[in-house]
């Protein structure tokens, strides 16, 4: 995106005329208006643009579950810590996964600079990080449908190389399950959704057509500018004040009606629908993905023998809460004393998606 | 004989070929009329009250557009002195030498250090080197110690700060970080971008003459003027500050950058930049004092003191909305400065 639009995407003399809109919207709305934003992205956009403090009163803004290290359990950073203490394994991730506690608070950081855990920024880093390695190499796949293709391709590449070294930990999730469990919720206090812009660039809009049916909620497509955030929260509210749920996307320079077909080939080549444990959430049906029967001999949780997930919080954490928008960051007893960006007690204040570091750095409300 | 064309381990033993790098090399480039022999310690005379201050610079790479870490160094430490209203008089300059570093190198950062200490009129008075072993050091590393003599009685200090004082910044931001990053990682978009390593000590001296208007001045490195103001706040206390995202100066490839790396140009490192706390009635000679200097001449006023809440910086952002300004947290960038 060049530079002067992005510039224009945050200009308040564009802002004020949606901004209008959106009051009087919101004065049509009887009460709150619940808006979950679903992706992390979104968060931390909405956070550092300030959009959130320019709402009226009764339009409240909650964080989702759209944030892959998160949902991920804890016992996936207790599992990847075995594989590093049993075997002679080396550990390919993402940064902001290492330094996200076990269930016993250690992490995988603390192997950084011993040679078993490295650091990568793309997935295609992982190729050569195996090529040059003697032994198994397991690369840590978290991650939506946004990044799932890229892992999913790198992995191809490799197998094409003729690399056998490599593994792949999947935990990866996909988000249309995620928003079907909390629509399904039986306590359910949400009347729309954002939905999130770079998962739709890969999904398009039928994955969440469920949305449109009975019991279903307003789900618009959003970008991540000032502006494009200002229009999705307009168009999402329109709709709740008109008692629509419709599926609508406001992204439209990036999102297209069909998504990607290409990446998810890609991604359909290498893997099949499980269900998935998901922190705070629990089993939802079919919301993971893991390397299909061709593959498997690649599925590091199936060739280490590694146990299956399981859900247990730190004692006094309330990130469950936080990722199902039932609970305010500033609500939990730790927030900003024992836990923090530096001393992260749960994985919503590690990771710079996460609800609560976007909160502890931004501020909540207006300040 | 000749300096050999790399550093080795003897050059640090403290015996011939010490004797030879630091005589023929190292001394007759920094020596001055107040360095005039190779003694173990060296005598000055500075009336009144004296500044001190000390920083070490480890940047990576050594030589980057705009300057190298003998500019760095000279320029980083005498604005250190200058910004808490003291003329930078001498320095001391400590090398930390890695075995291999080309002799050459050494020579251009030296050059570096004398015309920087004369562009800033300061004098080298004491210098050490040491060597350490290939792979235990990243080329050069460069300690300086500066001293200062106080332009007048008035102290400048976080406290001085008060309800409605103007807050000022004397540049554009943003440069010298995204610069070091640029060439670290080849970025195309860094062809252009340079470092605005410069010397302060003009700027302050003329808002020095302000008088009791003049609250408080630093200068923006680590961390980034949204450091600075985070810092003023905590130290004082009392104030908060609310700041206009987009009141500060940033140039077009700068913005360009920042935005292809998502990175928030209030947050990267300076080496020419301040903020200035003045009282309201003096923030527009303030400005103009600061605009008179080329490097002060995109100076503008970025905020306000505020009590409503303290400790706290508060940004409105480019689309108006409000949020916290924090500090910068995680490692932006290792061996910056």
Known sequence: MSSLLRQSLQDRRLAAPLLEEIRKTAADIPGNARVMEVCGTHTVAIRRSGVHSLLPDNILLVSGPGCPVCVTPTSYIDNALHLLETTKATIVSFGDMLKVPGSDGRNLAGYLGRGRVRIVYSPAEMLPIA???????????????TTIPTVAAAFL???RAGIENLFLYTAFKTVPPALRALLDSPDRNLDGFLLPGHVSV??????????????????VITGFEPLDLLQGISAVLKQIARGQQR??????RAVRSGGNPKAREIMEQLLEPVDALWRGFGRIPASGLVLNQAFRDADAQLQFSLPPLRNVEPPGCLCAQVLQGRVLPAECSLFGKRCTPETPVGPCMVSSEGTCAASFRYGDAEP | MSISERI???????????RQLTEQLIYPILSNDAYRELADATDFEIPGRTFITTDTYVVDPVFFPGGDIGTLGVFGTCNDLAVCGA??????????????FPTADLRRVLESVRASAEQAEVRVISGDTKVVPSGKGGGIFLNTTGVGEALGDHLLSVNNIKEGDSVLVSGPVGSHGLAILAIREGLKIGATLQSDCAPLFPLCEALYALGGSLRFMRDATRG?????????????RKCGMEIQETAFPISGTVAAASDLLGLNPLEIANEGVMIAVVAPK???????????FQTGREACQVGVVSVRHPGRVILETAVGGRRILDLPRGLLLPRIC
């Open chain 2, 224 to 236: 980034g003027v949204a450091a600075v103001l985070n810092e003023a706040v905590a130290e004082n």
């Open chain 2, 87 to 100: 003329r930078p008089r001498y320095l001391t300059v400590g090398l930390v030498l890695e075995e291999g």
């Open chain 1, 202 to 219: 890969i999904i398009g809009e039928q994955p969440y057509l469920f949305l449109e049916k009975r019991g279903g909620v307003p789900g």
């Open chain 1, 131 to 145: 090529r040059e390695s003697a032994e198994a190499v397991v690369f840590l796949a978290i991650g939506f449908e």
């Open chain 2, 8 to 18: 080795t381990l003897e050059h640090g033993s403290g015996g011939a070929l010490s």
């Open chain 1, 157 to 159: 590449q490799a197998r």
């Open chain 2, 282 to 292: 003096a923030a527009a000679e303030a400005l103009s004092r600061l605009r008179s």
């Open chain 1, 247 to 252: 599926v609508e996307n406001t992204y439209t």
